[in-house]
């Protein structure tokens, strides 16, 4: 599977999706007006991967900023992680907050009590 | 006919005024307006968590517009604007203000009203609630809004969604949202 690179724009964040390392990552801001357009193709990417993941994957998500229209989009994202995890694989989502920021820790904990999957909460001290 | 979308900010006497937007809402606007009040923030050394709160909430204020307004009544003053909208950011003593404007259909009053009301009505928790409920259970529309913008600014500012509605005619109304983020929650 061809790896998704995608750079960080002002409205979209940056987007490292590689197959052969078991590594996702989503960094920056995702406050687009059209965030099914911008996630769809991740989400079909996805679908590839869980017909032949690793034993083990590792979601990293460092968002600064995300509007509501991408949260559901980032719940497409993590259910099919969860259906990768549910399938006997390991997976692990290490969510990202700087430390002063209480909301992004909240809304981590919001994905986390929806989507059965290990999260891991890491505040970033600067 | 007298009408005047902006007499609204004039019985709002305190705070400073540190950005003001009248007109057609579309994403480079939206991208311009985050840019500029930004930079305001930062320039004025705003600690970062209320920094953060203010642009959450003006990019769901501004998203909010740029999905559901509804089209101008056909003899407002602006024709042009396909999605006609206000926007006012004040600083004040604690914290920013942040009031929008838009049409909003006769038929759309009544359904709106009663979505804010039941987020004035609700604790933290309940509205913490409501956001997982609303963002595990409901589809994107058709319009492309999440249904998530008022309860996530309810709960990122910990207040009551302050909003009025002005009679324009028979079918539109004026909508004004006005929303206080205190550097204290």
Same mark, same amino acid.
């Given at each position: 599977?061809? !790896? ?6 002002? +409205? ?5 999706? *590689?197959?052969? /390392? ?9 406050? !687009? ?6 996630? +769809? ?5 996805? *679908?590839?991967? /869980? ?19 991408s949260s559901k989009c980032i719940l497409d994202v993590f259910k099919k992680l969860e259906a990768i995890h549910k399938a006997k694989n390991d997976v692990e989502v290490n ?18 009590s929806i989507i059965r999957v290990p999260f891991k909460m890491i505040e970033i001290v600067e | 006919m007298s009408f005047n979308v902006e007499s609204y900010f004039s019985d ?174």
């Amino acid at each position: 599977m061809e !790896p998704i690179i995608i750079e960080g724009t002002p +409205k979209t964040p940056t987007i490292k999706f *590689d197959s052969s /390392k078991g590594e996702f990552e989503i960094k920056g801001r995702s406050i !687009p007006e059209n965030s099914v357009e911008f996630y +769809k193709p991740l989400v079909d990417w996805l *679908d590839l991967y /869980k017909e032949s993941p690793l034993n083990k994957t590792v979601v990293n998500i460092r968002l600064e900023y995300f509007n509501t229209s991408s949260s559901k989009c980032i719940l497409d994202v993590f259910k099919k992680l969860e259906a990768i995890h549910k399938a006997k694989n390991d997976v692990e989502v290490n969510w990202y907050y700087e430390e002063d920021d209480e909301d992004m820790l909240e809304a981590g904990e919001d994905y986390e009590s929806i989507i059965r999957v290990p999260f891991k909460m890491i505040e970033i001290v600067e | 006919m007298s009408f005047n979308v902006e007499s609204y900010f004039s019985d709002i006497s305190s705070g400073n005024p540190i950005h003001f937007y009248k007109g057609n809402i579309d994403s480079d606007l939206i991208n311009k307006v985050l840019d500029t009040v930004e930079g305001k923030l930062i320039k004025g050394n705003e600690h970062s968590k209320l920094r953060k709160k203010v642009y959450n909430v003006l990019v769901e204020s501004l998203q909010n517009l740029y999905h559901h307004v509804d089209k101008v009544p056909d003899d407002f003053e602006d024709q042009t604007s396909d999605k006609f909208g206000i926007l006012e950011v004040i600083k004040e003593e604690n914290g920013y203000r942040i009031i929008t404007g838009n049409f909003v259909q006769a038929d759309n009053v009544e359904k709106l009203e009663e979505k804010i009301k039941r987020i004035n009505r609700s604790s933290h928790e309940e509205i913490t609630e409501l956001y997982k409920f609303i963002l595990n259970h409901q589809r994107i529309s058709s319009k492309g809004g999440g249904g998530l913008g008022l309860v996530d600014i309810a709960r990122k500012t910990g207040n009551r969604l302050e909003y009025q509605f002005k009679k324009y005619n028979e079918e539109s109304s004026f909508f004004y949202l006005n929303i206080f983020v205190s550097e204290n929650y």
